[in-house]
């Protein structure tokens, strides 16, 4: 009677429990502690740290542009004086006109990119988000309308105005939207 018991001990011998535990990782739990020892040696960056930095170069951009936008309408446009990469050379006979289509060309793209990018939040658009879409379009063709019309009198004004505008308010909207 010397043999083995089925849990394979001796008769009278103590049963030691060693229960081990059994450990399943996941995919889900590898990339985790992947990420979690790569940021401890060096990778100090986190997304948050990235989209801030991202909202702080798009704020500049926007100060920049409509800084420039300011410069370009105030010194170049109604004081003559040349600015180079933003006056041709050639002096504006009609400054008036010019800078009052600029300033109109420049509203515009403003309120077009508005529209379409951020009206939707507008309280007047609860009920239909894409109606501010359709006043964007609206905006937008009548704009290209004083375009075609002032072409000849007033093009490289109204270009650059545009330019400037444009990106000036898409990175400004762009990086106010980051935030909420």
Do not use: C
């Not at 849990?7 to 979690?36: C, H, M, Y």
């Not at 109204?158 to 400037?164: D, F, R």
Request: glycine share 6%; hydrophobic share 40%.
């Amino acid at each position: 009677m010397n043999d083995l018991d089925i849990d394979e001990t001796l008769p009278g011998q103590e049963i030691e429990e060693n229960i081990k535990e059994e450990v399943i990782r996941r995919e889900a739990d590898i990339s985790s502690s992947i990420k979690t020892s790569s940021s401890q040696f060096g990778d100090s960056s986190t997304e948050a740290e990235r989209e801030e930095s991202l909202r702080g170069w798009l704020y500049l951009v926007a100060g920049a542009g409509y800084g420039t936008l300011v410069v370009y309408l105030v010194l170049v446009i109604q004081q003559g004086m040349n600015i180079p990469l933003l006056s041709s050379g050639s002096d504006v006979s009609d400054t008036s006109g010019a800078l009052s289509t600029a300033v109109i060309i420049s509203a515009m793209v403003y309120v077009t990119i508005w529209f379409f990018m951020s009206g939707k939040n507008h309280s007047f658009f609860t009920d239909d988000p894409d109606k501010a879409k359709f006043y964007a379009g609206i905006i937008g063709l009548a704009s290209l309308v004083i375009i075609a019309i002032s072409w000849e009198d007033h093009q490289r004004e109204m270009i650059i105005s545009a330019i400037l505008t444009a990106v000036s308010t898409w990175s400004y909207i762009r990086s106010s939207e980051m935030k909420a």
